[in-house]
T-cell receptor, first 119, second 111 residues
């Protein structure tokens, strides 16, 4: 079956521009996550959706970052007024269900990522 | 907050050597623990996981045991192959409902 897909695979933009990154999760997965991976680092959690609602957006670095998932499937990560420090690989993951509290046992399946370069 | 510390790379081994990649964590409660692998040019894939203390996760000849007393989840393989060359990430599932990852360990296996 199809895995998690992300588009575009690469995005080059200029400082100050607006970008949208798209994630198509595995069909039937209710939980969706966004992560950011800088060079030489592990992925860092940004935001988690359970269905249509953002259950936890504590990882978003500032108010330039926003994500939506209006129909509980596809999600879009939006970055306003991009800065050079936003350059990174943005990863999306989905799982059958999320959790509340500790002990997340569900496997998260990752997409290939969108490599964003802000010039 | 939660954190994961794993050994710095790159780790270079000869084929058929024994592999250990150390991973220790800091967390409150009892999170699930994961090893993810990223092969060259590919996305992150789950390698194995353990959801409670003393559980052993295993896959493709790799093993890791959830040790609560030492807060560790070291990855081991008895005989590595060139095809095991990749970046390995230790991660824990915490209360934020996202995974907390280590920085990754680049493994290079030479024939």
């Amino acid at each position: 079956g199809a895995g998690v897909s992300q588009t575009p695979s690469n995005k080059v933009t200029e400082k100050g521009k607006y970008v949208e990154l798209r994630c198509d999760p595995i069909s039937g997965h209710t939980a969706l996550y966004w992560y950011r991976q800088s060079l030489g680092q592990g992925p860092e959690f940004l935001i988690y959706f359970q269905g249509t609602g953002a259950a936890d957006d504590s990882g978003l670095p500032n108010d330039r970052f926003f994500a939506v998932r209006p129909e509980g499937s596809v999600s879009t990560l939006k970055i306003q007024r991009t800065e050079r420090g936003d350059s990174a690989v943005y990863l999306c993951a989905s799982s059958r269900m999320g959790t509340s509290g500790r002990g997340s046992q569900e496997t998260q399946y990752f997409g290939p990522g969108t490599r964003l370069l802000v010039l | 907050g939660d954190s994961v510390t794993q050994m710095e790379g790159p780790v270079t081994l000869s084929e058929e050597a024994f592999l250990t990649i150390n991973c220790t964590y800091t967390a409150t409660g009892y999170p699930s623990l994961f090893w993810y692998v990223q092969y060259p040019g590919e996305g992150l894939q789950l390698l194995l996981k353990a959801t409670k203390a003393d559980d052993k996760g295993s896959n493709k000849g790799f093993e890791a045991t959830y040790r609560k007393e030492t807060t560790s989840f070291h990855l081991e393989k008895g005989s590595v192959q060139v095809s095991d060359s990749a970046v390995y990430f230790c991660a824990l599932g915490g209360g934020a409902d996202g995974l907390t990852f280590g920085k990754g360990t680049h493994l290079i296996i030479q024939p």
